[in-house]
């Protein structure tokens, strides 16, 4: 079984500095992809990264990168220059294998992670 | 936004009653899902689908069924509504390509149960 562990309820930043929230997650497969999704006040669920298991190098999205440690099991999302419109809670999620497979893409989520931009 | 629309965005309804909750995709993606959030769960899977007529359970499918007639369409059904299903329920579509991965969610259905 996948499972997914946000240890932080809530995090606080300044506005224009580095932000770090945690995500652990425990699985037996060999093939997995992890995710970061924002969810704002108004609700949508927003795609922010994807690391797939075998990716060498940690994903990139502009002001987001996922530090990806697979020996210790982490996929830590980092925010640079943080800005007030990214108060938000955010998610971490995994899928399992099965790429093409009839079970693909089922994501196992954390319980979230409430982050606060401070001006 | 992968094209994907919810309907009806919010539902207020009485236990006991059935409730259709519809998900519409307009890109032909394969894979459709849905979840519910709650507070203090995250999202959980309910069903899933990998194709016309393919459909198969999640992690918290009771009380639940789902039909996928046409690939565009993903219906979530309540038999019978009950109070622990008033949630908020998000339909999403898995895009898979050759160097990435992404799953995308529709806007989110507030179903209320009374």
């Known amino acids: 079984a996948q499972k997914i562990t946000q240890t932080q309820p809530g995090m606080f930043v300044q506005e224009k500095e580095a932000v770090t929230l945690d995500c652990t997650y425990d699985?037996?497969?060999?093939?997995?992809?992890l995710f970061w999704y924002k969810q704002p006040s108004s609700g949508e669920m927003i795609f922010l990264i994807y690391?797939?298991?075998?990716?060498?190098q940690n994903a990139t999205e502009g002001r987001y990168s996922l530090n990806f440690q697979k020996a210790r099991k982490s996929a830590n999302l980092v925010i640079s220059a943080s800005q007030l419109g990214d108060s938000a809670m955010y998610f971490c999620?995994?899928?399992?294998?099965?790429?093409?497979?009839?079970?693909?893409?089922?994501?196992?989520f954390g319980q979230g992670t409430i982050l606060t931009v401070h001006p | 936004d992968a094209g994907i629309t919810q309907s009806p965005r919010h539902k207020v309804t009485e236990t006991g009653t059935p409730v259709t909750l519809r998900c519409h995709q307009t890109?032909?993606?394969?894979?459709m899902y849905w979840y519910r959030q709650d507070p203090g769960h995250g999202l959980r899977l309910i069903h899933y689908?990998?194709?016309?007529?393919?459909?198969d359970k999640g992690e918290v499918s009771d009380g639940y069924s789902v039909s996928r007639s046409k690939t565009e369409d993903f219906l979530l059904t309540l038999e019978s509504a009950t109070s622990s299903q008033t949630s908020v329920y998000f339909c999403?579509?898995?895009?898979?390509?050759?160097?990435?991965?992404?799953?995308?969610f529709g806007p989110g259905t507030r179903l209320t149960v009374l």
């Open positions: 689908s990998y194709g016309v007529k393919d459909t």
């Open positions: 890109e032909n993606h394969r894979y």
């Open positions: 690391q797939g298991s075998y990716d060498e």
């Open positions: 999403a579509i898995s895009q898979v390509g050759s160097s990435t991965d992404t799953q995308y």
């Open positions: 699985t037996s497969d060999q093939s997995y992809g």
């Open positions: 999620a995994m899928r399992g294998p099965g790429a093409g497979g009839t079970s693909y893409g089922k994501l196992t």
